[in-house]
């Protein structure tokens, strides 16, 4: 039987008498001690984090289901799975994390910094002001169609004296209609 000193203390117990055959959160447990554990011993929630003080060659290897939740980092933070570690020894842990405190919550009262929130007209004026700045007249479907052309042409400009040259500088066929004759070809309606 091996012995494990709690530090702090909690519910007047100072130590508990273990063996190696159980884990250490099942120990604890049975000794009637609040350790935190929602996924029943199988190293997947790590809440059952205890911190070592003492003692850490009287502990059983680090599993790998416990390396794969906590890291190989045992020798900075001294923390082990307790439902992963078997006392072989003596052992002095830390239980301040299960000390049966609950953790603060959030205050649920409005914080000081204030908000100014605008009335719906002021928002709608703003929305009809800021979309007349932005209207801008339409040019006509004609002229559209004049500038798309106008793109492909051979024309210099004063950043490239040669001209364009787009993929070959050829330009784009024309798409067929469904009965066969170009889109250029068509007859304008007027």
Not at 47 to 73: A, Q, R, W, Y
Not at 109 to 135: C, F, G, I, T
Not at 137 to 146: D, I, S, V, Y
Request: charged residues 30%; hydrophobic residues 25%; proline residues 7%.
């Amino acid at each position: 039987m091996s012995k494990v000193t709690l530090w702090p203390p909690q519910k007047n117990i100072k130590e508990v008498e273990v063996n190696s055959d159980q884990s250490l959160l099942e120990q604890l447990k049975g000794a009637g001690l609040t350790i935190e554990s929602d996924c029943g011993g199988h190293a997947n929630c790590g809440k059952c984090v205890v911190k070592i003080h003492t003692g850490e060659d009287h502990l059983s290897p680090s599993e790998f289901k416990e390396l794969k939740l906590l890291g190989n980092v045992f020798h900075l933070t001294r923390e082990r799975l307790s439902c992963q570690t078997h006392v072989v020894g003596d052992v002095t842990i830390d239980l301040s994390a299960h000390s049966g405190v609950p953790a603060k919550k959030p205050s649920k009262k409005p914080s000081n910094s204030k908000v100014h929130l605008k009335k719906s007209e002021q928002l709608k004026a703003e929305a009809m002001e800021l979309s007349r700045q932005d209207v801008t007249p339409e040019t006509p479907p004609e002229q559209q169609e004049a500038d798309w052309f106008r793109h492909w042409e051979k024309t210099a400009s004063k950043d490239d004296p040669k001209g364009k040259h787009l993929d070959g500088n050829k330009r784009p066929r024309m798409f067929k209609t469904p009965d066969g004759t170009n889109e250029s070809e068509k007859p304008k309606k007027e």
